[in-house]
């Protein structure tokens, strides 16, 4: 989930940091004939050595190998950035520098990683609230993808979400379809607070960073917390659902619908059908001094009990119609009552 104030930021060990300043000076330095034709000490060229377009290329670099999260796999990172700022010399703006970091971000952050231009950063959102409806006393909630949402407007979100629900939960006597087939949102804690009356309230799911530091997710009192931080509220207290839930999940499920998939599995009364989650790490975005974002791989899904899911959140039921097992395990269940 993309948290722009971040999770904790780790710094690169001393003597990593080293070794990239060493790469990155000695390519960015001249050769040593040219330094030493006239008398006195080799000239040390600090800071000062970089333009202001290198500089730029040198701060995302200093992000990607602190924050994302394959840079450990990466083939010697610091001979990574060593390469990327011999491309980005001589660079006269930032944007003259985007190639060279781009290859970077390929070795950082693989297919997830991404530099997006000033004109290309997608702005906050009011999003498309999930659409809610009940047919034969099963109620469905079909979950969209959503961009960036404001802190306030993951509050809101869950109001309205909650508010909606209120309206059909009496008319759901059979249970709820909760479709996340196509959920890949990387942050949406105000579906996770709309949604509380259906998650156990305690501990749901961890972050987990590359360096190994879990950050707790938590739900109370219709609202969601990170690490003790609320993210959003909903408002509502009322009494929790206590029909039978049908989840619907796919390859496609990442982000905060493969979150809400691995929140939802806590409760007895939850199946879920479908495929294996997407099972990719959560996303965050870092903005760059000319309003470039960076969006990198940090943190991944684990359970209360750190267990991780890179190949993805399991369904209880596997299978190619999880539309009609859903239905009719729902129906089954409101015989029995």
Not at 309 to 324: F, H, I, K, L, S
């Amino acid at each position: 989930m993309t948290a722009r104030t971040g999770w904790a930021r780790p710094l690169l060990s001393l003597a990593a940091l080293a070794v990239v300043v060493a790469v990155a000076m000695a390519l960015l330095t001249p050769s040593a004939s040219e330094r030493n034709r006239g008398p006195g000490p080799t000239p040390d060229p600090g800071p000062t050595a970089l333009s202001a377009a290198e500089e730029y290329a040198y701060a995302a670099l200093r992000i990607m190998g602190e924050r994302a999260f394959f840079v450990d796999e990466a083939t010697w990172w610091p001979g990574v950035v060593g390469e990327a700022m011999a491309a980005a010399r001589g660079a006269r703006s930032p944007a003259e520098t985007y190639g060279a970091l781009t290859t970077a971000l390929n070795a950082a952050a693989g297919p997830q990683g991404q530099l997006l231009p000033p004109g290309a950063v997608p702005s906050a959102e009011i999003p498309a609230l999930p659409t809610v409806s009940v047919g034969a006393a099963i109620g469905r909630i079909t979950v969209p993808s959503v961009g960036p949402i404001t802190p306030k407007g993951a509050s809101a979100r869950a109001t309205a979400l909650a508010d909606t629900l209120g309206i059909y939960s009496s008319s759901a006597t059979c249970g709820w379809v909760i479709d996340l087939r196509v959920t890949r949102s990387q942050e949406d804690w105000g579906l996770l607070a709309g949604l509380s009356a259906f998650i156990q309230e305690g501990p749901i799911f961890d972050l987990e960073d590359r360096y190994g530091r879990a950050f707790h997710a938590s739900a109370a009192t219709g609202s969601v917390f990170l690490d003790g931080r609320p993210m959003a509220s909903s408002g509502h207290t009322k009494a929790r659902n206590t029909k039978p839930v049908a989840v619907l999940q796919s390859s496609e499920t990442s982000g905060a619908g493969e979150a809400l998939a691995l929140a939802l599995r806590h409760s007895n009364s939850v199946r879920s059908f479908g495929t294996a989650t997407r099972g990719l790490p959560f996303t965050q975005e870092f903005g760059l001094s000319d309003g470039a974002r960076l969006v990198l791989p940090t943190v991944r899904l684990t359970d209360r009990a750190g267990n991780g899911y890179a190949r993805g959140v399991p369904a209880t039921v596997g299978t190619d119609d999880p539309e009609r097992l859903a239905h009719e395990w729902l129906r089954s269940q409101c015989r029995q009552r």
